[in-house]
């Protein structure tokens, strides 16, 4: 295998050998994902004579065909959904002293509930997806939507403190949140597709900026208003939100639409066409539903690419809700009141844009390539970009760190700017880790993915906890600000080693991923088949594998 200075690959490997008795299973793969694998998804002869509706017989009715103005409508409305669901996390955090006070717990207790959101959270994300792909995209949208929004009712008029840790908890546990997200892009852009990767990294912004933009907003309902305010703000987001996508954005799940396509067909006289989800028998087989729900949590614990991008993901992501207990102390040396210190996190926000903004180039390169010839480029070329900007994790970490001794060594700007640098890192980690698994398990990347965001989403609960008594505690009276950030730093220089690992032996550790086996026998049968054709027409087949 050749690596070229951009992080493109020609491979030079023989395609997977046939083992024998091997019955090419495709592990419960059907249609649409079957193509996927590049293996055939030809229809079988049904007894009743039924015809099943694909989707080269209606396309124009699809997501696909929608214009690319309608497209990036629904991508910005689903920015603003994952922005108001993840501000939900973030904003409570303003109001941990306010429900100390009001219900006489610590503030280790009041935190609770900030744990309790995120964990249910990385749990609900799971348990949404397969109503998702049964059911549509926009009903689960709106259903877990609604009840988000239910449960500030709660929070906010809670007489206790346990009522409000079951308000949170519940409220987490309806967050459909990315489970939902990237399936809609997969319903608006086929992976080959030049849009395809624009919008994953367009997405990924909000999934990644909605913590920080709500820590903006906390800061100035902390400020001025009671802790309920925090719950009322949410509800009123999430409310604006709501509408947005009930009034905007259409159903876009494939199989969805190919059913209505289908009814509206045998309306107008063609008796014989049915939807691929009209055809099932079973549509809600106990078994299938238990088996979609515990694959992400199959492929977290079997597959190193998932465990180890994912344990990455999650500790970029965590130190969001590391910072929110940081920056308080870290920002009073310099006067700072919590509406100025929740602006800080605006610093976050600017090193997500300004990473989203270097991924732009690297994609439109990457799409010019797969014009060419789109097998060119393996899975590991999502990850070329991220080589370059992991260790601005470590960097920003230990930069943050050693500029928080405050006036009248340090200028307050010193360690904003090393905030932005954690942030460009936070997103490339996402971005990268996301579109590897997109690409390198095909069919199975919600489940891929899925790991992704319960480790994302556990971990920040956990830092939500750890985090304010790990700033009090660790280190002298002088250095307690600097040491934990400097730890941190340390654990970042070896979260990030996978990533090398993976760029230069991941064709390797796929081969042995009965996930992404049947993934690459197609995509290496293709190549082969190009090349025969390629050689056949010209003899310029050695030519073609070094391009």
Known sequence: MHVDSDGSETHQEKPFEHVPGDKQETLGITGQDLTATGQAAAHPQRADGKLELTEDDAYEKLGYSYPEWKKWMILVIILCIQTSMNSNASMYGFGVDGISERYGVSTTKARLGQFLFLVTYALGCELWAPWSEEFGRWPTQQLSLFLVNIWQIPSALAPNFGTLLVARGLGGLSTAGGSVTLGVIADLYQPEDTGFQYAVAFVILSSVGGAPVGAVIGGFVGQYRSFEWIFWVLLIMGGIVQVLHFFLVPETRTTVLLDREAKKRRKNGEKNIYGPDELKEKRFSGREVARIWWRPFLMFFTEPIVLFLSLLSGFSDSLIFTFLEAFTPVFEQWGFETYQIGLCFLSSVVGYILSYLTYLPVIWHHNKTRKVDPDRLSPESRLWWLLYLAPLLSIGLFGFSWTSLGPPQVHWIAPLIFTTIVGMANYAVYKSSIDYMIAAYGPYAASATGGNDLARDFLAGIAALYSH??????????????????????????????????????????????FAQELEKGRQARMQKRRSTIGAQGGLGRHVEKV
């Open 469 to 514: 008594p790990f700033y009090e505690n660790v280190g002298g009276e002088d250095r307690h600000l600097i040491y934990p950030s400097t730890i941190l730093a340390c654990l970042a220089v070896a979260v990030i080693i996978p990533i090398y690992v993976f760029y230069w032996k991941g064709p390797q550790i796929r081969l042995k991923s009965r």
